[in-house]
């Protein structure tokens, strides 16, 4: 069983840049993907970023991210990270720290998710 907690949300300007992070416990991560989904008011969760925990990192960025986003992971703390810049009003969304052993890009078949993080971006 994997248990995720996002934390690092908060109340940020048009511009700001902001670090989430999502702590993982219990399971084995070998062959596990991990990623980030968000979710605005009103809309479905949308796909983030998401990469495999272990061997060569390759980060699958959904289409709005535009460069803006940085998907990184720290195996010692077992803690991935979404490193967000250039922060848009449009961002403004709960974030969600997920794992499964495939990857979607889809919420479906993601079988774990975290509480999730709110970040509001407001001028």
């Known amino acids: 069983q994997v248990q995720l907690v996002e934390s690092g949300g908060g109340f940020v300007q048009p511009g700001e840049s902001l670090r989430l992070s999502c702590a993982i416990s219990?399971?084995?991560?070998?062959?596990?993907?991990m990623a980030w989904f968000r979710q605005a008011p009103g809309k479905e969760r949308e796909f983030v970023a998401a990469?495999?925990?272990?061997?060569?990192?390759?980060?699958v960025y959904g289409d709005f991210v535009e460069g803006r986003f940085v998907m990184s992971r720290d195996f010692v703390k077992r803690e991935v990270y979404l490193q967000m810049n250039n922060l848009k009003i449009e961002d403004t969304a709960v974030y969600f720290c997920?794992?499964?052993?495939?990857?979607?890009?889809?919420?479906?078949?993601?079988?774990?998710w975290g509480q999730g993080t709110q970040v509001t971006v407001s001028s």
């Open positions: 997920a794992a499964h052993q495939t990857f979607s890009n889809s919420t479906s078949p993601w079988r774990y």
């Open positions: 219990g399971g084995s991560l070998s062959t596990y993907y």
């Open positions: 990469f495999p925990w272990t061997g060569i990192t390759r980060t």
